[in-house]
Nanobody, 125 residues
Framework: QAQLVESGGGLVQPGGSLRLSCAASGRTFGFNHLGWFRQAPGKEREFVTTINWRAGSTYYADSVRGRFTISRDNAKNSVYLQMNSLKPEDTAVYYC??????????????????WGQGTQVTVSS
């Protein structure tokens, strides 16, 4: 089993920035992708971004491309989400997720085996 723990959420004004962190522990060997999803009140959980754990290739939802950046530190078994130019519509609980699958849609919730508990991000003036 692997465990994921997110941190770094909080309240920020529109246009501001936040950096989320996700630390993986336990059986981290064999991860293929680590990603971030978010869920706003009354809405379904949606894909935000993901990174290939070995190659470092990244993918983003259209709604965040150019504003958010995902990065990883393999030595620390950690993935980060730098969020800039935040908007009120970015308000959500953000979840870190990890996948051991070698095929499938990295944008799909079902592709990920492990999930963190989530961290709240609120963008408001």
């Amino acid at each position: 089993q692997a465990q994921l723990v997110e941190s770094g959420g909080g309240l920020v004004q529109p246009g501001g920035s936040l950096r989320l962190s996700c630390a993986a522990s336990g059986r981290t060997f064999g991860f293929n992708h680590l990603g971030w999803f978010r869920q706003a009140p009354g809405k379904e959980r949606e894909f935000v971004t993901t990174i290939n754990w070995r190659a470092g290739s990244t993918y983003y939802a259209d709604s965040v491309r150019g504003r958010f950046t995902i990065s990883r530190d393999n030595a620390k078994n950690s993935v980060y989400l730098q969020m800039n130019s935040l908007k009120p519509e970015d308000t959500a609980v953000y979840y870190c997720a990890a996948s051991r699958y070698l095929s499938g849609s990295y944008r799909s919730i079902e592709y990920y085996n492990y999930w963190g508990q989530g961290t709240q991000v609120t963008v408001s003036s």
